[in-house]
Structure formats: C-alpha cells, structure tokens
DNA sequence: GTCTATAGGCAGATAGAC
DNA sequence: GTCTATCTGCCTATAGAC
C-alpha cells in the first residue's frame, strides 16, 4: 500500500530529510536537494517558499509519521516492556546511513532555527515523553516493569539516552554499538529491577 | 591563578569555542567571532588560517581540557561513585547558557567536518569511555559500585545518556532537567544495584 | 510546475599597506 | 599583528518566460 508515484513535494521532502539527517540543518541547501533530483532550485522554492518552510513541513511529517509509528506499537505489542524495545527499535531503524533522528539533529541546531520549528522539536519530545511515562506506568501497574520514582523522570532518561545513543554511535558508524546502548537502558533501567536514586529498596 | 590578560588567539578560541557549542560548527562565521572581539577577520585568519585550523585547535584545547579535568577528580575524588557523580558535575558545568558539550556538538555535526576535526571527536569519546571504564571496574572491585556485563558497555551508556541529556535539555532551558536525568544515570545505572540485560539474579 | 537568469548577501579566504 | 580592500563562490530568494 502507498506505493504511487511519489510527487515532487514528497520527494523534496525525503531528500531534504535524509539531508538534514545526515548533515545538520545549516549543513545542507536548496542547491543540494535541487541537484540530487535533477530540478532547478526555483522549483523548490515554488512547493516551499522558504528555508523555513521546508523545515517546518519537515518536522510536521516527521512527528505525524513518529506518531503512527506509536499508535501502531501500541496495538501490536501488549506487554509494556515490549512496547519499550519496540520504541527502541524505531531508533534503531533511523539510524542508518549516517542518520540521526531528525529532532535529535535539530535539538543541536536549536539556537539557530527558525521559531516554528523550535516548537515543532520542544513538542515532538513532549510528546514522546508522554507516550514513554504511559507505558511505564501501565507495565508497572501490571508489574512487568518494575522501577520507583517517576515515570515522566525514566521517560526522560530514555528519549534522551536513546538521542545520545545515536549522537556518539553515528561517528563510529557502529549500529551495534547504538543497540547495546539501547538494550541497557531499557532492560536496566526500566524491566526487572532498578535501583531508586536513594535508599530504595530493590525489587525482587 | 592563571587570570593574565589573555592574548589574541585565546580570545579567539574562547568566543568560537562558545559559538560552537551553541550553534553548531556550519552555525557561526569567521564575521561573527570577529564582530564580537572587534577586530577584523583578516586578523582571525592570521592567527588561525582557516575554519577547519580553528576547529583543530578548539578540539585541542578543549581535550586538554577535560583530560585535566579528569585528572583532577582522580586526585580529589577517592571514591568511585563520587567520581561519577564528578564527572556528571562536569558536563552540568559546560550545560550554561544553551551550550552543549563541544564533542556532542560536533558529533552532530560530524558528516561535515574535517578529517582531524572527527579523530579529535571520536578520540574524546574513545578517552572518556576508558576513563570511566576504569572507574567503573575499580568501583566494582571495591564494592562501592555494583553491576553486571561489561564496564566498557555502561561507559558508553553514561557518555551517550550524558550527552543525550544536553541535546535535550538544552532546548528546554532546564538545568534541572539535565540533572535529574544525569542523577538517574549515575545513580541507577552504576550504585547499588543494575539489572543486567538478560535473566541475571538482580544485586543485593 | 518547471525553467533560466539574476539579484543581494554572506561565507571563507587572500593581498598588501601599516 | 592588525588593518582595509577585495575576490570568489555559494547561499536564499525572486522575476518572469514557457
């Protein structure tokens, strides 16, 4: 399914996106996109006005696409700590040629990006906060998570562990290096036991 | 001690090396370093001949840096744990006015660097990885630290969640947010108790 | 929708005077 | 060491023909 043609908006979009991905947002330009699809530059400007534009709809996409993503682990992965490695998986998958996550990458360019892409990336990480903090509460209310404190507080180590997972694995160009990373934080941090900041007891 | 008058090349190192950490290397100019210690780029370019010289010398320096940070807390530091959480001190320092930490910023922007630009990276990574390792295996031994599998694989995952936890925190302007979760990294991953990645007997 | 042509600016970098 | 002046090239963006 949705296998059509593809028109020229959403290439622009896939090439741009790899772009960003890989280089950074001010390390790429229209000319870039332009020559890799064998359009003239104009013609981007004509489906994105602006830098700017491209940028927003890129992230629009993104978080719609992230947002399925979670939609459908939710409804294929009962378990709640299937779930996690599920989440971590979708990582997984970004990181290729060269990729980071694209928010992961804009978070770096934060300070030099247009406004409404700032909100775009402050609330793709909201959003996935949230959806984390859910599925550690729910696995610890059916005890196959075990962990204490909050879960909004684990849901934070985790998006940022996994970001910075990609960040550090990127430069060596080690996928198995991002996925023992991602395996400790989720089994250690959030599935059998994990020890309290101070004094906890622990589980089991 | 060590407050003389500052020459020109420090100067120069000290606003480029801020405008990195807060841009991104493809984020700030020759004009804006220029701009802002009012003298002209001509000059910049004496001392340090071009963009990719300058990259070199900020990744020196800032090397140099941390690696007499880290000897310091070998030095002041007699207890393993204490040293982690000096070391996590250390990244909470450099987390000020929307900076990241040079290395996690330039790894960023990794696939646009220069050839000695990515060695410095990547050795900056290789470096803190060996340090911690060792700390972890001594805390192991002497019984202040307790965890299962390889010191090298949670020195990977404190450096990544530790950078991690700038990329996204720094958008948040949340100094807290960054300490809770580098708390949580600390004090979960490597005191008290761990659970390993699969089926082990948990500590304690 | 896509093109060519071009504007206008800023990037990194150099020459040569002081 | 630092300056002014300048170069060349790329950047984002626009105008107007097809």
Redesign the pocket.
């Known amino acids: 399914m949705s296998k059509e043609p593809a028109?020229?908006?959403t290439k622009i979009l896939d090439v741009a996106e790899r772009l960003v991905q890989a280089r950074g947002f001010?390390g790429?330009?229209?000319?870039?996109v332009?020559d890799e699809l064998?359009?003239?530059?104009?013609?981007?400007?004509?489906?994105?006005?602006?830098?700017?534009?491209?940028g927003e709809a890129l992230m629009e996409r993104y978080a719609a696409r992230f947002a399925r993503a979670l939609i459908d682990v939710d409804a294929r992965e009962p378990d709640a700590h299937a779930k996690l490695q599920a989440y971590a998986r979708l990582y997984a998958d970004v990181f290729q040629d060269e990729r980071m996550c694209l928010c992961g990458m804009l978070a770096a360019d934060y300070a030099t990006l247009p406004d409404p892409m700032r909100r775009s990336v402050v609330r793709f990480f909201d959003d996935n906060e949230v959806w984390l903090a859910e599925v550690l509460d729910e696995g610890r209310r059916a005890g196959t998570l075990r962990f204490t404190g909050s879960a909004r507080e684990i849901a934070r180590t985790i998006v940022s562990g996994l970001e910075g997972a990609m960040l550090v694995a990127r430069p060596y160009g080690d996928t198995a290096r991002f996925q023992t990373i991602a395996d400790l934080l989720i089994d250690g941090l959030a599935a059998e036991t994990t020890a309290p900041a101070r004094r906890g007891r622990s589980a089991r």
């Open positions: 028109d020229t908006a001010n790429f330009s229209y000319a870039d332009a064998g359009i003239s530059k104009a013609a981007l400007h004509y489906h994105f006005p602006g830098k700017a534009e491209l």
